[in-house]
């Protein structure tokens, strides 16, 4: 295995969304871009350009980071390039975006006791927008426009241009892992030995809210549900592939979620699904029928028996008339297949038998008189609605 100076130090370059909303749905948005651009990269390292870049990594996976070692003690640069513009990630694209945004952050560490890179020693960032050299001359020659037209007070609030950019120390890009010493060539990627958080997960901030011990109450998710909580609902309810774009998220921070924000992360299918999960959302039977088991007595009325009966209601989705003996059955408990048949009073007291035709064009709100009647060869029971 290759040995490093210990004055080694790794850096960890990767090209991010500076909007949140994007953050959310970075993993989407890469993706997307990579279909489109099969087998480029958003960074690439320009080898030539850079001096005292070592052991350069690009991994095939990781398509917006870069890995290189680099000694503190010498004189080092690198120069990058960002294969991608900021209007490609614009939800229009007819001419005159103002493109989105992009984040350059550089996680700097050094070699720990065990000889492995985990110690954090200096993240630091910039904001970049990306565009076509005709567009990009535009752009400056709009935004110079722009600060001139206003007053000379409203000029002090902005930054004034220069020639370089500079990157502002932040904090570290959560929850990064930094991979030991590669031993393959410099140059050639070693996908075993890297080792990055996926590129969903992204806070702005590395502070994350507390769990509490609440617990989400059945399907609708808590407002007090804990990160851990909030994961749990996600799995139950077919939400998996956005476990990890949520995953800083407790149980207050989804619900505040509109249906637009959920559609931007998650697509229209799967962020209408997620809207309606989280309102609770109940899905309207296609026919409620109501069913009394109470059979009116010899002397009683039977609009005066239908009146002072009570009534149980039935939801119907297939509106079979198998879906139907179920319910049925477990109105009056018994096992399904011990109810023979199902037929339904018609003119001049005949018995009807029951088939899908006729749940099908059942009015809405029906009510029904069930009765069983016992039979024999074979056991069972005879179903009459009146």
Known sequence: MRRHSPTSTRSVLRVGFHDRRL???????????????????????????SVGVIDPLLNPSYLNIVEFLWDPSKRTSVFIQVNCISTEFTQKKNGGEKGAPFRVQVDTFKVDSQGNFNEHVYSCSCQVKVFK???????QKTDREKVEKRSALEREKYQPSCETTVFIEGMPWPEIEIPKSPSSTPGLCSPSNF??????????????????????????????????DTQQWLLRNRFSNYCRTFSNFTGADLLK???????????????????????ARSVRP?????????????NQDITDANQTA??????????TAAELTNKLADLFSVPANHILRISRTGPHGIHILLSDMMVRNM????????????????????CILR
């Open 133 to 139: 050299p005709k567009g990009a001359d535009r752009k």
């Open 23 to 49: 953050q959310y749905s970075e993993r989407q948005q890469l993706e997307g871009w990579q279909l489109s651009h099969p087998g480029d990269r958003i960074v690439d390292i320009d080898i030539p350009l």
């Open 195 to 228: 080792k990055v958080p996926t590129p969903d997960r992204i806070c702005a901030s590395p502070v994350c809210a507390s769990d509490s011990s609440t617990e989400c109450a059945g399907e609708s998710l808590n407002p007090s549900a804990s990160i851990s």
């Open 363 to 382: 009015p809405e709100e029906s009510c029904f008189t069930a009765m069983l009647q016992k039979v024999q060869n074979p056991d069972g029971f005879h």
């Open 286 to 298: 296609r026919l409620t029928l109501y069913i009394s088991t109470e059979s009116p007595s010899k």
């Open 257 to 279: 979620m509109t249906r637009r924000d959920l559609t931007q992360i998650c697509g229209v299918a799967d962020g209408i699904r997620l809207s309606h999960a989280l309102t």
């Open 310 to 319: 009570l009534y149980q209601e039935i939801y119907m989705e297939d509106m």
